[in-house]
């Protein structure tokens, strides 16, 4: 059973389509302690770092999501929910994150390093690069096409956490992250094809196998 | 590399497309769903669904048509048409879509887009501008109403406006182009595409794969829309895709 985390932070329903479709029994829920009967976390989101984080703290949620990933439940993170298991943001402001994993969130530049400007946010299908083979997600997918849509970008020092990369304009992209149970993609998996349902997928195996360790 | 995409647009009215018969291998060409499983196994990179009902009770249907899609299908999707307050674009989103696209309702009301952007974030909002060349004006003028009444706009200022306001995407139909498939407006695209900093849609001419190829070099289009052409056949999404992959541009 996975939880999908449901903290008023824009559209989850797609998400909830994409479970369905793989016959992944799940619940969407706010409720820490129905949260905590599941055997994994997803954590969505769409909208500003600052309000989700103020919205997982009012409810209780990031301690809930911080204490669950001590001892050992899996998390994955989409997109907004990606960028919040960082350290922080500047999107409105610096903003404190979740800090399971190093690294902060910055707005791309707009700009090249040779001056050329270039649209925020990036929008479309891009390409995946892998740097880590065997990262769980990515566990019998090749480097396919994926959907992004975000103005805020992951900057991190610590290449281990970095699965997979897409390239756009002159900024590497940190597409898939991850560090042991915890992990999660810039991209939206539920609107990426096969692609895509397949890191879901690979996410719900990982869930289902850890439940019976 | 982020390609540009591919975005066929199915007019539905009552929870029927009205244009595409010509699929005569499908079982149902008038299910929405049935095409957009279609579209989406030739490579469609996203959907946009324009509601042309013209009574509230056949707008009540597209919500379903929306549930449905969203159920079958892991690309994204925009519905357009009737979306004329907030609680028009969270019945659809809730529903599953992923965007939604205002035109004349945001011209009338420009509040309409800062209050969907502020609830659901600007990658949800895609603002649809209909324009026509304006000799007075010497530039293009923003029409409402399907294009039937004259606003006090010039394109690219109403444009930056829409942005400005919280648009995460500007769909852009040249009116002096649209059914002609002589090839999309490039003045018009280049002109929207360098006021703003999110991603243009071209709309409105497409005929072949070196009108689209126009469009994304010297129009500096995003994406391309296209109705007629792939609902009647003329080319399908993959051969106009491999035509751009020939071409040097960046497709899925």
Known sequence: MIGIIDYGMGNLHS??????????????????????ETDGLLLPGVGSFKDAMTELEGTGLADFIKKETENGKPLMGICLGMQLLFERSTENGLTEGLGLLPGKVDRFRGVTGEGKSYKVPHMGWNNLHFLQKEQPLLIGLDEGYVYFVHSFVVQTDNREVLAAAAHYEDVEVPAVVGRNHI??????????????????????????????? | MLTKRIIPCLDVKEGRVVKGIQFLNLVDAGDPVELARFYDKEGADELVFLDISASHEGRDTIVEVVERVAAELAIPFTVGGGINKLEDMKRVLRAGADKVSVNTAALLRPELITEGSDYFGAQCIVVAIDAKYDDELESWRVYTHGGRKPTQWEVTEWAREAVKRGAGEILLTSMDKDGEKSGFNLALTKAVSEAVTVPVIASGGAGNADHFYDAFTEGKADAGLAASIFHYKETSIGELKSELQKLGVAVR
């Open chain 1, 15 to 36: 998400v909830c389509s994409a479970l369905k479709r793989i016959e992944q029994p799940y619940i969407l829920s706010g409720k820490p302690e129905e949260l905590h």
């Open chain 1, 183 to 213: 992990m999660g993609t810039q991209f939206h998996p539920e609107k990426s094809s096969e692609t895509g349902m397949g890191i879901l997928k690979n996410f719900c195996q990982l869930v289902e196998e850890g439940k019976q360790r």
